[in-house]
């Protein structure tokens, strides 16, 4: 199976095989069924529930153990694996459960168009996402070939993704790519709007165009959403590729510590300011306003990191408030349970 199999993923899965059970990767996940890749080659899986937590329902990239299929059905999931790494958003309804976008990734490509003006919040919630799965983010500049001054781009670029490679491309004249190619690992998922050039991106990857591409608009450099599924594809060099639709809105879902690691110059400078909980507003003795006065740190910057630090802690709060509705709802059924036991055990009588 060329699809990121190793030696932990066969130790792991020893009591399902002894179940009788089949290793397979999600290659897409849909309402009641999955596309799978086994050792015998594609399949499609009866996906028999969703129970079990917000999490719970497979996407691609999971490895799974399938029942087999039989003379009278088809194969069926018996059990998503623990994933090493997930790239979760908050979901479009603003409900207090995630969605995974992908699981099990080793490198996320976050994609960032020079054929438009950069928007730096939005690469910025990206890496956010990108460094909470746990995977390594590798931001890559496209459309190089549509940009006046490729240099001071990327220069801004690189202020704002501390900690990430950031690579200058263009699908156009080939710039790039090689370079590209030498920091990709494992399964590479590719994370950005619509119009950003991902798909087409990953053709060059994959050297051939098998992902759906789409034009922009003039106006605004938007697309439409050519990627319809999330998939997986083994690139011909080694790894797996995972092409996402591009995403309308990047809501923060539980990300914390991807947030530290995108803002990591200023939570440097916040361990030298005098309060332990300095809010960086108006605080005495705080070094981060001091490094914005400086011109060390833009106000740009520090705007972004309060605002999706407030994100975050609201979408937190709404993840506490539906676990504590959950337990009282779990409450609430045991103690209707019980009382209908009493009176029925007291009509016996």
């Known amino acids: 199976m060329d699809y990121g199999w190793d030696e932990a993923r066969e130790h792991a899965f020893a009591p399902h095989r002894d179940a009788g059970l089949v290793p397979a990767r999600i290659v897409r996940s849909e309402r009641g069924s999955c596309e799978a890749v086994t050792d015998a080659g594609f399949v499609r899986a009866e996906i028999p529930g969703t129970a079990g937590g917000p999490l719970s329902p497979p996407c691609a990239g999971d490895w799974a153990a399938l029942h087999p299929a039989t003379t009278t059905h088809g194969p069926v999931l018996h059990a998503v694996l623990e994933r090493r790494t997930a790239l979760v958003r908050s979901t479009a309804s603003r409900t207090s459960r995630g969605q995974v976008l ?28 990108a460094w909470e799965s746990g995977a390594q983010p590798v931001v890559v500049l496209t459309k190089a070939d549509q940009c006046a001054d490729v240099q001071l781009a990327a220069a801004e670029v690189s202020e704002v993704a501390p900690g990430a490679e950031v690579v200058v491309t263009s699908a156009v004249t080939g710039l790039g790519l090689a370079a590209l190619r030498t920091v990709l690992n494992g399964t590479i998922v590719l994370l950005g709007p619509s119009g950003a050039g ?8 994959l050297g051939e165009d098998r992902l759906a591409t789409g034009a922009v608009r003039d106006v605004d450099g938007k697309g439409r959403h050519t990627t319809a599924w999330r998939e997986l594809v083994p ?9 996402t639709p591009g995403l309308r809105a990047i809501g923060l879902h539980d990300a914390q510590d991807g947030l530290e690691q995108t803002f990591a110059e200023i939570e440097d400078l916040a361990q030298s300011c005098r309060f332990t909980d300095c809010a960086h507003v108006s605080e005495p003795g705080c070094a981060v306003l001091a490094a914005v006065a400086a011109g060390k740190v833009p106000q740009r910057r520090l705007d972004s990191y309060r605002q999706l630090l407030r994100e975050n802690a609201y ?4 993840t506490d408030a539906q676990l504590r509705a959950d337990r009282e709802a779990a409450k609430k ?10 009176q029925f055990r007291e009509r016996q009588q």
């Open 315 to 318: 979408a937190a709060s709404r």
């Open 235 to 243: 690139l011909p060099g080694g790894g797996v590729l995972l092409d």
């Open 333 to 342: 059924d045991i103690t209707r349970h019980l009382r209908a036991t009493y």
């Open 102 to 129: 992908a699981a099990n990734i080793d490198t996320v490509v976050v994609t960032v168009s020079l054929g438009t003006a950069l928007k730096h919040g939005r690469t910025e919630r990206m890496l956010a996402l």
């Open 198 to 205: 991902k798909s087409t991106l990953g053709n060059q990857l």
